[in-house]
C-alpha cells in the first residue's frame, strides 16, 4: 500500500524537511509526497481503492499502535494507497472533512504545517515498523 503524504505549501530546504526525508527514506513500504500550492484547487478525485486521511485539529487522536492497526487493515484490506492530507494554514472545511475516511488529530493543539508533515512522517515510520514487529516502538 502507497503511503501518500499531500501537503499544503512548500517545505525546501529546512530543519523539518530533513526530518521528514529521514523517516521517509527508513519507510519499508511504498511512499510519496505531494506538494500543492498553498491556495488555489482541489486535489484530484480519488481511486476507490485509496482511503483519505485528513490531519485536522477535531480528528482523532490515535495512539501509535491503533494507527498502525488500521493501516494494517487497509493494507490488508487490498487497499492501493493510504493519501494523508495536510491543509493550508486555514484547515478544511466541513465538506473536504465529510469527505475524509479518517480524521488524524496530533492533539489539539495547532500545529505549523511543516511539523505536522514531520510528526506524520515518524508516525509512518513508526506504524510500519509496528506491523513488522521491528524494536522501533516500545510500549510503556
Given at each position: 500500500?502507497?503511503l501518500?503524504i499531500?501537503?499544503r505549501g ?6 523539518e524537511?530533513e ?7 527508513r ?10 500550492p ?8 480519488l481511486d ?22 488500521k493501516?494494517g ?5 487490498g487497499v ?19 469527505a ?5 488529530s496530533?492533539g489539539?493543539a495547532?500545529w505549523?504545517?511543516l ?24 510500549e510503556?
Amino acid at each position: 500500500m502507497l503511503l501518500h503524504i499531500v501537503a499544503r505549501g512548500r517545505i525546501g530546504r529546512t530543519p523539518e524537511a530533513e526530518l521528514v526525508d529521514r523517516y521517509v527514506k527508513r519507510l519499508s513500504w511504498p511512499s510519496k509526497i505531494t506538494e500543492l500550492p498553498d491556495t488555489g484547487g482541489r486535489p484530484p478525485p480519488l481511486d476507490p481503492h485509496t482511503r483519505l486521511i485528513m490531519l485536522d485539529e477535531t480528528g482523532e487522536v490515535l495512539p501509535s499502535k491503533a494507527l498502525a492497526e488500521k493501516l494494517g487493515r487497509w493494507r490488508d484490506d487490498g487497499v492501493r494507497e493510504a493519501r494523508f492530507m495536510i491543509g493550508a494554514a486555514d484547515g478544511f472545511n466541513d465538506a473536504d472533512r465529510a469527505a475524509a475516511d479518517l480524521l488524524l488529530s496530533f492533539g489539539r493543539a495547532t500545529w505549523p504545517h511543516l511539523l505536522a508533515r514531520a510528526m506524520l512522517a515518524e508516525q509512518l515510520y513508526r506504524a510500519s515498523t509496528i506491523l513488522a514487529n521491528h524494536p522501533y516502538h516500545r510500549e510503556g
